[in-house]
């Protein structure tokens, strides 16, 4: 399948999501970070900016029901599986809309579930019904392809980088399965507001943690490629796929550009090289490099 935006190290693919796994080669992929619909478009409201406002975020994120919603994470989930290396890994992002159906297509698959990360966001949007808790998190599941797979994990990069605002994370402490990460900051959304944008450094903890530079890092859900700049970021290869146009052209692509175009900084490179070092370290210490 012709991509629909290429470089040097970077696919972004406009189609179906099973379509272009299915397109892609078998076990050629080291990581995949997975934010698919969560299925929550149910005409409710939220709050955003101290404002009551809709839920709805398109056709793509409402429910069809119970099982077709299952039928789908089941099957994008096996997509994944066959274009994933094997020793690669997969993470996927969501809350209890949609969280538990892919972790049990994950079972039923013959996955291993490495671990469940609760996202903790400081900043969250309060809840204006006063009828429940406030949702102020989401899960994060991190799966090898079996029990057998030898994924990667830089841990000296994770217990001993710097994590600024994450407060329960510890300096010199290994890093725990609460993470404690605002959501997108000034400067990630200058191209308009995405509906279910990440952060930045969410994705540069799960990449730097789960994949090593010159890897390849696909996204099937990839909207407004957060997950495509984190990978350039620190010198991995990208594949993004996403069915909306207008997010491709609108968010995406230009967010790619603009991080191509930083690569080119002095600060940037510097800020690359603290992060190759820190792996390089995980590396040598487990026999991966000389």
């Not at 900043?123 to 019904?129: E, I, Q, V």
């Not at 200058?190 to 952060?199: N, R, V």
């Not at 909306?244 to 175009?261: C, M, N, S, V």
Request: glycine share 6%; charged share 25%; proline share 5%.
């Amino acid at each position: 399948m012709e991509a629909y935006f290429k470089e040097i190290g970077i696919r972004i693919f406009l189609g179906d999501v099973i379509e272009v796994l299915n397109s892609l080669p078998e076990e050629s992929i080291d990581l995949i970070f997975a934010d698919p619909p969560y299925n929550l478009s149910n005409d409710g409201f939220t709050c955003h900016a101290g404002k009551r406002v809709s839920v709805n975020k398109g056709k793509w994120d409402k429910s069809k029901g119970i099982e077709e919603d299952f039928k789908f994470h089941y099957n994008w989930i096996e997509a994944c599986k066959r274009v994933l290396k094997p020793n690669g890994s997969l993470w996927i992002s969501g809350t209890y809309h949609s969280i538990y159906a892919c972790g049990f297509a994950l079972q039923k698959q013959g996955w291993h579930i490495i671990n469940d990360i609760c996202w903790y966001k400081p900043n969250a949007a309060p809840n204006l019904s006063c009828r429940m808790f406030t949702a102020s998190h989401e899960t994060l599941i991190w799966a090898r392809k079996d029990k057998k797979s030898k994924h990667t994990f830089n841990y000296n990069a994770m217990k001993n980088g710097n994590w600024g605002e994450d407060f329960i994370k510890k300096p010199g402490k290994q890093m725990r399965s609460i993470w404690v990460i605002n959501t997108p900051q000034n400067g990630e959304k200058i191209y308009g507001k995405h509906p279910t944008q990440k952060p930045e450094a969410l994705l540069e903890r799960i990449i730097l943690a789960s994949s090593n530079k010159g890897d390849i890092v696909l996204d099937p859900f990839c909207g407004s490629a957060t997950t495509g700049v984190a990978a350039l970021r620190l010198n991995r290869r990208f594949v993004g796929i996403d069915l909306e146009q207008e997010y491709l052209d609108k968010f995406a692509i230009p967010r790619i550009k603009d991080e191509l175009a930083r690569r080119e900084l002095p600060l940037f490179n510097a800020k690359a090289q603290v992060r190759e070092e820190q792996v390089r370290e995980e590396q040598v210490e487990y026999g991966l490099l000389p």
